[in-house]
């Protein structure tokens, strides 16, 4: 095979695994009604004057499936990040005992799990977009390429399996955050 294939071959791979990347990604930000430190993992708090994330100020822990508590390494921290807790609007309301931030998380009602299913979908199909247009990047480069048409016949049928197999594995991925948003 050709070198200026190979490369443009594995470039495409790369960006494709990055698109799978990202919607793991943006799949642990979808709760799917059991509690877990990751959905406290947008808070920013700040923290002497620069925005720094919840993690880095507090210990996050669940322990249970219903309760996340946050146990700051500072008290005088307790009320800054209860309060960028609010401010990140992610609908939990964090209780403070003067030692640690409690939040309960509520159930996920019906509707709800329905939407984010729905959210889900949109981040499997704002993925599977990433995968396209990487293949139409390839494509494009591979007629560029000075190789002969049936090396670029071949490159280009690659490149469809390629695009073939990253899509279905979204749509696994798709699938397994579904029945997971969407079992009580």
Avoid: C
Wanted: no cysteine; proline share 4%.
């Amino acid at each position: 095979m050709n070198e200026d294939i190979k490369f443009i071959i594995d470039s495409t791979k790369e960006s494709m695994d990055a698109a799978i990347k990202h919607l793991e990604k943006q799949f642990v930000n979808i709760r799917a009604g059991k509690a877990s430190p990751a959905m406290l993992g947008s808070v920013m708090v700040d923290y002497y004057g620069s925005q720094t994330p919840l993690s880095q100020v507090a210990n996050v822990n669940t322990p249970d499936g219903r309760t996340i508590t946050v146990q700051p390494w500072e008290k005088s921290m307790l009320q800054e990040i209860e309060r960028s807790i609010m401010i990140a609007n992610l609908g939990f309301n964090p209780m403070n005992n003067g030692d640690t931030i409690i939040i309960n998380v509520p159930p996920l009602t019906e509707e709800r799990r329905r939407d984010l299913a729905k959210q889900a979908k949109s981040e499997a199909e704002d993925a599977k977009i990433g995968i396209r247009s990487a293949r139409k990047e390839a494509n494009h480069d591979i007629k560029d390429s000075e190789v002969s048409e049936d090396l670029q016949k071949n490159a280009e049928f690659d490149i469809q399996k390629l695009t073939d197999i990253y899509v279905k594995k979204i749509d696994d991925t798709l699938e397994v955050k579904e029945k997971e948003i969407m079992t009580v």
